[in-house]
C-alpha cells in the first residue's frame, strides 16, 4: 500500500518563481496551497503549522516506513539548507531548514550581576541566530542555476548520469555540509566541512598519508583561477597576482593545520569564524566546477586524477596545455592574512 507522508518545514518560503514546490531528491517541498483542497480540509489545525510542506511517498505499512520517511525528510531539508552556501554571504546568517513547522529565533537567557552593587543586575534573552527565512524565489533560482546547486540536484535525481559512488559521495557531503548550515557549532561546521572536502577529494584511507587533500583543494582553486583568465594575458597577469598577493597557498595550509590540530590535539582556540567561511569559500569553488562537468567527473577517480595532474604541473611550473574555458571562480575572500 503507498502513503504519503506530509510534513511542516520552517524556515524556507516558496514563490511563484519556483512554481510553489521544489523537488530536492525523493522529497518535494510544496506550498499549502498546492495540496489537494480534500487533504487539507480534512485537517485544518494541521495544516496551520506552517506555509511550506515536505512530501513523499512510499510503499508499506505506516509502522514499517514512518521512520525511513521523516530521516528521509531531515536529510533533504539539511541539503536544501546546503544551497545557501555561497549564497548568503557569512556562516553566521545562514539558517538550517528543518521539519516540525514554524521555527522561532533560538535564544540564551542569562543573568548579569553587578559585583560592586549587588542589587543591580541584568536579565535577558540574548538572540543567537536573528535571521530571515530562506525564500526559493527569483533570485535564489538564479544562483543555484549558476552556481552548484542545481546541478548538484540533477546529479541525484539521476538526470546525468556518473559513477554511482560518486553520486552517493556527493550526497553524504552535501549532507555533511547541509546539517551543519545555521548552527552555531563552529567548530563542528569546520571538520564537517573538511569531512565533506575529505569525501568528494581523497580515496578511502588517504588521510594517513599527509598533505593530499590539501594539495588537491589547491590544485582546483588555482586551475580555476588560471581558466578564467585563459586567452586574456593581460587577465591571467592579474590572476596570478591576486593568488598570491591574497595567499592562497598560504591559506589553504593555514586551515588544514588547524584541522589537524583541533582533531590530533584538541585544540578548540585555534579555529576562528574567519576559518570556517574560508572553507566554505572552497567548498563552494569545488562543488561548483566538480559538478558543472558530469561527462568529465564522471567519478571521483576521475576527479582524482585531474586534480594531482594540476598538481604536478603546478609545482614543475609547466601550464597544462588545455583548459576548460567555463570553469568558474565564485566570490571572493579576504584571507585574514
Do not use: Y
Given at each position: 500500500m503507498e502513503w504519503t507522508f506530509i510534513i511542516p518545514v520552517g524556515s524556507v518560503g516558496l514563490t511563484r518563481e519556483v512554481g510553489y514546490e521544489y523537488?530536492?531528491?525523493?522529497?518535494?517541498?510544496?506550498?499549502?496551497?498546492?495540496?489537494?483542497p480534500e487533504v487539507a480540509k480534512g485537517h485544518p489545525k494541521f495544516f496551520e503549522q506552517a506555509e511550506t510542506f515536505a512530501v513523499v511517498r512510499e510503499t508499506g505499512t505506516p509502522d514499517e516506513i514512518e521512520h525511513q520517511c521523516l530521516e528521509l525528510v531531515r536529510e533533504e531539508c539539511s541539503i536544501l539548507s546546503l544551497s545557501q552556501l555561497g549564497y548568503v554571504p557569512k556562516s553566521r546568517r545562514m539558517r538550517p531548514i528543518v521539519?516540525?513547522?514554524?521555527?522561532?529565533?533560538p535564544s540564551l537567557p542569562f543573568l548579569a550581576v553587578n559585583h560592586?552593587?549587588?542589587?543591580?543586575?541584568?536579565?535577558?534573552?540574548s538572540a543567537l541566530l536573528p535571521v530571515p527565512e530562506l525564500y526559493l524565489d527569483g533570485r535564489w533560482?538564479?544562483?543555484q542555476d549558476t552556481v552548484f546547486f542545481t546541478n548538484l540536484l540533477a546529479i541525484l535525481q539521476g538526470e546525468r548520469e556518473v559513477?554511482?559512488?560518486?553520486?552517493?559521495?556527493?550526497?553524504?557531503?552535501?549532507?555533511?555540509?547541509?546539517?551543519?548550515?545555521?548552527?552555531?557549532?563552529?567548530?563542528?561546521?569546520?571538520?564537517?566541512?573538511?569531512g565533506a572536502l575529505e569525501t568528494v577529494l581523497t580515496r578511502r584511507g588517504?588521510?594517513?598519508?599527509?598533505?593530499?587533500?590539501?594539495?588537491?583543494?589547491?590544485?582546483l582553486l588555482y586551475w580555476v583561477f588560471y581558466s578564467e583568465s585563459a586567452g586574456d594575458d593581460k587577465k591571467a597577469s592579474q590572476e596570478v597576482y591576486d593568488w598570491w598577493t591574497k595567499k592562497y597557498d598560504d591559506r589553504i595550509n593555514d586551515v588544514y593545520d588547524k584541522r589537524?590540530?583541533?582533531?590530533?590535539?584538541?585544540?578548540r582556540e585555534c579555529v576562528a569564524a574567519l576559518d570556517l567561511e574560508f572553507t566554505d569559500h572552497l567548498l563552494v569553488n569545488v562543488f561548483t566546477n566538480l559538478l558543472r562537468f558530469p561527462q568529465v567527473f564522471r567519478s571521483k577517480a576521475e576527479v582524482i586524477k585531474f586534480a594531482d595532474e594540476i598538481e604536478k604541473n603546478r609545482s614543475q611550473g609547466v601550464s597544462p596545455r588545455q583548459r576548460p574555458l567555463d570553469f568558474m571562480f565564485v566570490g571572493s575572500f579576504h584571507t585574514g592574512f
Open positions: 523537488k530536492v531528491d525523493r522529497v518535494t517541498f510544496v506550498h499549502k496551497e498546492k495540496l489537494p521539519p516540525g513547522g514554524g521555527v522561532g529565533i560592586g552593587d549587588k542589587r543591580r543586575s541584568l536579565q535577558k534573552h533560482k538564479s544562483w559513477d554511482a559512488c560518486w553520486r552517493e559521495d556527493l550526497r553524504r557531503a552535501s549532507l555533511m555540509v547541509g546539517e551543519c548550515v545555521g548552527t552555531e557549532d563552529l567548530l563542528k561546521s569546520f571538520i564537517w566541512n573538511w588517504e588521510w594517513r598519508t599527509g598533505k593530499k587533500l590539501p594539495k588537491r583543494v589547491r590544485a589537524n590540530r583541533l582533531l590530533h590535539n584538541g585544540e
